[in-house]
């Protein structure tokens, strides 16, 4: 601290032409303004220190307001697939009871039945239409 002074009583010499001795009232001027100045850095580490909490604060507020409202949209997302996959799944068992009594019904004696009636129907016009035909041409 004496060294201090002592660059402050040869800094105002050197300067102002004006000789200070140490029990000079504005001595104590540089010394207080050191205190004030430590002080207030003091305050700023503080000040520094509580912003950073709370900055830390507010950026896990967000992760946690983030995450909340990811989960609920992946909930949501995740009901729409099931929904339509469940749809899906009804109208593909559907489609496959139409082909099972589709194939049941062709596969049944009247079925059968049925399509030898209309093929022998068809195979007699056939026939029919290649006799006449065959009667006018030759």
Request: net charge negative.
């Amino acid at each position: 601290m004496d060294d201090d002074l002592d660059a402050v009583i040869g800094a105002v010499a050197a300067k102002h032409n004006i000789l200070v001795d140490r029990d000079d009232p504005v001595v104590m001027i540089p010394t207080l303004i050191k205190i004030g100045i430590e002080r207030a850095v003091r305050d700023l580490t503080s000040d520094e220190q509580a912003r950073k909490d709370a900055m830390r604060a507010f950026i896990l507020d967000v992760q946690m307001q983030s995450l909340k409202s990811i989960e609920a949209e992946g909930t949501a997302i995740a009901a729409r697939i099931r929904e339509a996959v469940q749809l899906d799944l009804d109208r593909a068992g559907a489609s496959a009871a139409t082909l099972v009594s589709n194939l049941n019904q062709a596969h049944s004696r009247k079925g059968q039945i049925r399509s030898m009636t209309f093929g022998m129907l068809v195979a007699s016009l056939f026939l029919g239409a290649g006799v006449c035909i065959g009667k006018y041409l030759l």
